[in-house]
């Protein structure tokens, strides 16, 4: 089978309800936490994908068990300091930052050295965000210049957190908190706003821990403790998947699209904001409390026309992995967007500012791109009747995603490359994209 696929056409009009598989962020979540929990924890839906597979298989590889029958996960958790640590234990977090920089968390107390790898996405990203604050509380590590491979030397004499966190990543935020569940008294992070669904599941595991906001910063302060039980938990959809057909439907005439059951964490609906601002109209519907997160019906309707936006950026950390398809629809908005602030995205799978203004630039979209932003000549009128070759080196599914999305919204004849990378994130995607161009 090719890696590659094509599409000749536009998508027709819709009228469908979906359903996107499970979020990304909570999956590799309860798969860490539950493998430190005490007794056996159980998800359902949990997300099947590559990053997640990676986080099942290095908890095993630290000696926890787990049972996986179709998307149901049982994991037998063998305690806060339980796990079972032998030498000469390789890690791979393949294409998962988050799976790759929580994990370092958790592993300060290892008795060995460990060795974490990734693949030629991941062995590319800053590691030095995580292994400096963690290198304070006294373990010794080792990086290739700040990247992949890292080398952690673990501790028994760990002392406690005091962490200032200015990125606003939610990974370095999330490695922190767990591993003061393991470093000894009071922890205190200072955190710029990101996603909270760490600090979520921290207080319904009733793992003391102390929220306050002051500006544009969380303070977490969490004690260390010796157990905690194990915890059920029905994964809600991913917001960040359910974007891509978000999009579709914004960039669309005369269509409807209904997505059942997503995750809308505040600090994931960043996308929502943006959205509605640019003129598309979108409800949630049946809101829900889960275990202290938010899920919801989306229900998406095409807009009659798209207005440019000024995105403040104080809702970028909400829609940090949306902005390749949000600037689809800036391609497609009456007037001149800019979108600013947007260092962190050029540290993502593949650098992705830049390759935004790729895809813009093959479509004709005139765009000016410094090292944080991004300002797109929209075109109501946009169509494209010429080729285009989408090939990212790094194989950056988002990219992938985001120019599948592109070639049913504008026409024109695509060819795209690297089909594989939704296997990481995603891998349903084209199934569903089938389902709504019948
Ligand atoms: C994630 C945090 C974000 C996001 C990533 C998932 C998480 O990264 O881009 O896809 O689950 O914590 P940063 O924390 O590096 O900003």
Not at 7 to 19: A, D, H, P, R, Y
Not at 194 to 210: G, V
Not at 330 to 355: D, H, M, T, V
Request: glycine share 6%.
């Amino acid at each position: 089978m090719p890696n590659w696929i094509t599409f000749n056409k536009k998508l027709k009009k819709f009228n469908e309800t979906i359903s996107v598989s499970g979020d990304k962020s909570i999956s590799i979540r309860w798969v860490l936490l539950a493998s430190l929990a005490n007794g056996i924890s159980t998800a359902k839906n949990l997300l099947l994908s590559e990053d997640v597979y990676a986080a099942i298989k290095a908890i095993k590889s630290l000696g926890v068990k787990v049972s996986l029958k179709k998307n149901k996960c049982k994991i037998y958790g063998l305690g806060i300091k339980g796990y079972k640590y032998k030498k000469n234990i390789t890690i791979d977090a393949k294409n998962s930052g988050t799976l790759g920089r929580l994990l370092l968390g958790l592993l300060i107390d290892a008795k060995f050295p460990i060795k974490l790898i990734g693949d030629e996405s991941l062995s590319k990203r800053d590691f030095s965000r995580v292994t400096e604050p963690l290198k304070k509380l006294g373990v010794k590590i080792k990086t290739n210049k700040n990247l992949l491979p890292v080398i952690i030397y673990g501790s028994n004499t760990l002392k406690p957190i005091n962490y200032l966190e200015k990125k606003g990543s939610a990974q370095c935020k999330s490695s922190m908190m767990l591993a003061a569940l393991k470093a000894s008294g009071v922890s205190k992070i200072k955190a710029k706003k990101s996603r909270d669904h760490t600090e979520r599941m921290f207080k319904n595991l009733k793992i003391p821990i102390n929220l306050k906001s002051k500006k544009n910063y969380d303070i977490i302060k969490i004690k260390n403790i010796k157990q905690y039980d194990a915890f059920d938990y029905i994964i809600p959809g991913d917001i960040s998947s359910a974007a891509f057909f978000i999009v579709l439907t914004a960039l669309s005439d005369n269509s409807e699209l209904l997505i059942k059951n997503v995750n809308i964490n505040p600090s994931r609906t960043g996308i929502i904001s943006i959205l509605k601002k640019m003129g598309v109209k979108i409800i949630f519907k049946n809101i829900r409390n889960y275990k202290g997160e938010k899920n919801a019906d989306i229900k998406i309707k095409s807009p009659k026309k798209l207005k440019a936006i000024n995105c403040p950026a104080k809702l970028n950390s909400g829609a940090i992995d949306e902005f390749l398809s949000i600037f689809l629809v800036a391609a497609k908005a009456q007037g001149i967007s800019y979108f600013k602030n947007l260092s962190e995205l050029n540290q993502k799978e593949s650098p992705r500012l830049i390759w935004g203004q790729k895809i813009l630039n093959n479509m004709g979209i005139k765009t000016v791109v410094t090292n944080d932003s991004i300002k797109i000549y929209g075109n109501p009128d946009l169509k494209i009747n010429k080729k285009i070759v989408i090939k990212n080196y790094l194989k950056d599914h988002r990219v992938f995603m985001t120019s599948v999305i592109a070639a049913l919204s504008f026409g024109g004849l695509w060819k795209i490359y690297d089909k594989d990378s939704i296997l990481t994130s995603f891998p349903m995607f084209l199934k569903l994209v089938n389902k709504i161009s019948k």
